[in-house]
Structures are given as structure tokens and as C-alpha cells.
């Protein structure tokens, strides 16, 4: 485990208007994913942008623990030399992912199109997570998960097969975890590897190995969902990265700017991508003044400045079709909601109970300690809004960064502080939450 084992306590109260232009770290997703394939690939990738939070840190040395030569060379700088498709070494010690369920199961993937073993492991909250969804799919391409905690969790060994067999396989869920990982392993793999979704999910797998020279299509399957289809064996080649800024972390002083009176704050380069601005599109249906400009892209993946203003927000229905676009984002979405004027229902939850922690479950503590009216109903939360939230509750984290940095997002407009007993994950996506909160006049203490 790399963060600390020292509870750090954390109280977040209201300041007044939050002003000033930040850019928030680089998307974790773009990160983990341009480390791994720039280790399944011939020759040097260069990243900038690179996420430096304790997840992302913990997939580079996975991938130098597998053959890749990796090193940071300057703030947010990093050099990867790759070991091609099907390269990776046999690990001399267990893979540890810390908190980080992104990593762990997209090189669950990757290992499982080489001839090696390795075993995965993560800290106390991995370890309760599920990973049979991950190794399920994998196993029909000839890996084996041949020592693995009962429920199908950490720590696991997994030896990657050493003649792997494309597939044909339809996700029981919306995952990009999932996706990426049979996709990942389908690299090894003769011949063609599909992955039919019925909900289409985040699509950054995709773009970024056809930004690495890869054979791959994706087209509409039925309403929502999209059929990916893989040419296996491909030579991959270095290539250089431009790490957006991740919405998923901008999502916390977007939603503190619009609580707090007065806010005019501006967000440089953050990521657009459509599969992942859910959160932004209910926000401006709620009444959000959120506006976009220096619209530009890289690698496929779309970015912009976005200026973001104090806004009445009123309650909105957000229908379940869009889970899969914000699934990271409701936590902060039902502090917007609480502010409010309205009843904001979410729908389609199901995802949230098996994240870092039960998120649907802690969502609901969180506000139910600050005198918010909510309730899960099945999948669905439902959030009271009366415009203000008195506050004053102490928030328990379950080892979660998100409901940390959520909690104190709501202390920044309440009427009395809000408390969180431990601020210490925050360090695994978003190292600089804190001092960057303040510099836009947030009153942590």
C-alpha cells in the first residue's frame, strides 16, 4: 500500500465565491491506457499530461515489473520503450495495483494474451472488489486463473495463455473494463476479436489503439450499444500522447462553482469525449452555466476550456441510459442535486455498488449526515432538493477518493461545515485536490 495508513481528517466550509483558471490532472483513463500501450508496443512513447496519482504510478511499475522500460523524464513527462504485443516477462514479484481496479483488470487483459504468469493483488479495498466479470471472458481465450480468493477477488494468479483464441463476446454489462480488457488480450490472438455492447461505454481503448496503429472498427449495435471489432497480431508502434485533463476529476470544481455563490471559474483542456461529459450535459439541464471554448483534440480524444459560473440549479430526472457516460460522477452530482430547487432521481445505479466502495449506499450517508432528504429506491437515488444544504455532518469514506473530494465539494456552500474522516485516497486520482481547491478560495481545514 502507498498511501498513507494515517487517517488525515479533513473540514471543508462555506468562503464565498470561487474564482481563478486551473487545470486539472490528467485523465486517468487516457493515463493508465497510454502506459499499457506503449508497453505492448515496438519502440518509444512519449506521454505528457500524465496523471502522477498513486493509481496511475502503480500501473508504470506493473509495466516495468512485465519488461517495459519506463521512466519519468520532467513534471507529468514520461518515456515508455515497449516489448511489443505478447512481449511481457515474467514478473519477479506480485503485481500491485493499490486501489486501483482500472489498472488491475486492464492488465488482467494484457497479460492474458502472453505465455507468462503473474499475480495480481491491491490493497484492502481492491481486494473486496469483483474480478470473475474480467477473468470470465478471458478465460474462454485460454488464460487460466489458477489461484484466486473465493468470489473470484484478489489476490489472483493468472497464467496468460500461450496460444490465445479470438472471440466473439457480448458484455453483461456496460464496462470499459471489461471491453478493454478482452480487447487488450485479443492483440495476441490470430485472426478477429469482437466485443458487442448493448450500452455503449467510455470508448478510449478503441481510439487509442488506432492511435497506436492498430487494425480496429466500431459501429452502432441496436440503439445504444456498439459492436468493436479487433485484427489480432498487430505490430504496434510508439507513439506520442497529450493526456487531457479528466473530466471525472474536473467534476468536483465544476460542481463547487455552481453551488457557490458568485463563482466564475475556468477549467483548461478537459477532456469532451461524448461517452464521458454525461455529467456535464445534466448539470446545463439543471440550469448549470457551463460553457465550452479553445475547442482542440488529440489522439482521438476531444478537449476544451470550459467556464463555469454559480447557477440556480433545479431537480432533473437522469435517465439510465447516460450511467455509463457519468458512472464516476454521481456522487458529485447528488451534492449539485442537494443544492437544487426540486427532486433530482437518477436512475439505473447498479454499477455504484461495486465500485471502491458500496457508492450508492455511501452516497446516500453522505447526505442523509448533512440534512439532505434521499432515497435508493432498487437502483435508483433520489435526492430532495431545497436549495440549500445545512451541513454540519461528518462524512465516512469508506476508503473512497470520490466521496472524500464530494463531501468536501458540499462543504464549500453549506450552512455548517462538513467533515470527512479521512482525506488520505484522494492521493490515488487526484494528488492535488486540495491545495488547488484553496487557490480557487475553497476553505479546507
Not at 220 to 229: K, L
Not at 429 to 441: A, H, K, Q, T
Amino acid at each position: 500500500m502507498t498511501h498513507s495508513d494515517q487517517p488525515r481528517p479533513l473540514q471543508s466550509r462555506a468562503s464565498g465565491a470561487l474564482t481563478g483558471k486551473v487545470r486539472v490532472p490528467g485523465d486517468k483513463s487516457i493515463s493508465h491506457r497510454s502506459l499499457i500501450l506503449g508497453a505492448l508496443s515496438v519502440g518509444e512513447t512519449r506521454i505528457t499530461g500524465l496523471l502522477e496519482g498513486e493509481d496511475v504510478l502503480n500501473t508504470a511499475k506493473s509495466m516495468q515489473a512485465l519488461g517495459a522500460a519506463v521512466e519519468r523524464t520532467g513534471d507529468f513527462a514520461w518515456r515508455v520503450r515497449g516489448v511489443g504485443v505478447a512481449g511481457f516477462a515474467q514478473p519477479k514479484a506480485p503485481l500491485d495495483f493499490g486501489n486501483s481496479g482500472t489498472g488491475c483488470r486492464l492488465v488482467m487483459g494484457a497479460v492474458a494474451g502472453c505465455p507468462i504468469s503473474a499475480v495480481f493483488d491491491g490493497d484492502t479495498s481492491l481486494r473486496t472488489r469483483p474480478m470473475r466479470r474480467i477473468f470470465d471472458p478471458l478465460e474462454k481465450m485460454g488464460a487460466k486463473v489458477i489461484a484466486v480468493v473465493e468470489g473470484g477477488k484478489l489476490p489472483l494468479t493468472l497464467q496468460g495463455a500461450r496460444d490465445p483464441l479470438p472471440i466473439t463476446y457480448k458484455t453483461p454489462v456496460a464496462s470499459a473494463q471489461i471491453k478493454s480488457a478482452v480487447l487488450l488480450a485479443g492483440l495476441a490472438a490470430p485472426g478477429t476479436t469482437t466485443v458487442i455492447e448493448s450500452e455503449a461505454s467510455r470508448d478510449h481503448t478503441e481510439l487509442m489503439l488506432k492511435h497506436f496503429g492498430a487494425d480496429i472498427t466500431s459501429v452502432m449495435e441496436g440503439q445504444h450499444g456498439r459492436r468493436i471489432t479487433l485484427v489480432g497480431q498487430p505490430e504496434l508502434h510508439g507513439a506520442a500522447v497529450v493526456v487531457p485533463a479528466d473530466p471525472s476529476s474536473a467534476a468536483f470544481p465544476v460542481v463547487a462553482a455552481l453551488i457557490a455563490e458568485g463563482s466564475d471559474v475556468v477549467l483548461s483542456d478537459v477532456m469532451t469525449n461524448p461517452l464521458r461529459t454525461g455529467l456535464f450535459t445534466t448539470l446545463r439541464e439543471m440550469g448549470g452555466a457551463i460553457e465550452e471554448s479553445e475547442v482542440r483534440g488529440d489522439a482521438g480524444e476531444p478537449m476544451a476550456s470550459l467556464r463555469v459560473r454559480a447557477s440556480k440549479l433545479r431537480g432533473v430526472e437522469v435517465p439510465p441510459e447516460r450511467a455509463p457516460s457519468m458512472i464516476d460522477e454521481y456522487l458529485v452530482l447528488a451534492v449539485a442535486a442537494s443544492f437544487a430547487e426540486g427532486t433530482t432521481i437518477m436512475r439505473g445505479l447498479h454499477e455504484l455498488r461495486v465500485k471502491e466502495s458500496d457508492r450508492l449506499a455511501a452516497t446516500a450517508d453522505m447526505l442523509r449526515v448533512n440534512g439532505v432528504k434521499v432515497e435508493i429506491s432498487g437502483d435508483d437515488l433520489i435526492v430532495e432538493g431545497r436549495g440549500h444544504v445545512p451541513g454540519g455532518g461528518l462524512v465516512a469514506t469508506h476508503m473512497d477518493h470520490r466521496i472524500a473530494m464530494s463531501a468536501l465539494v458540499m462543504g464549500c456552500a453549506s450552512d455548517q461545515p462538513v467533515k470527512v474522516d479521512d482525506t488520505a485516497f484522494i492521493a490515488t486520482s487526484f494528488p492535488d485536490f486540495i491545495p488547488m481547491m484553496r487557490s480557487l478560495g475553497a476553505d479546507f481545514s
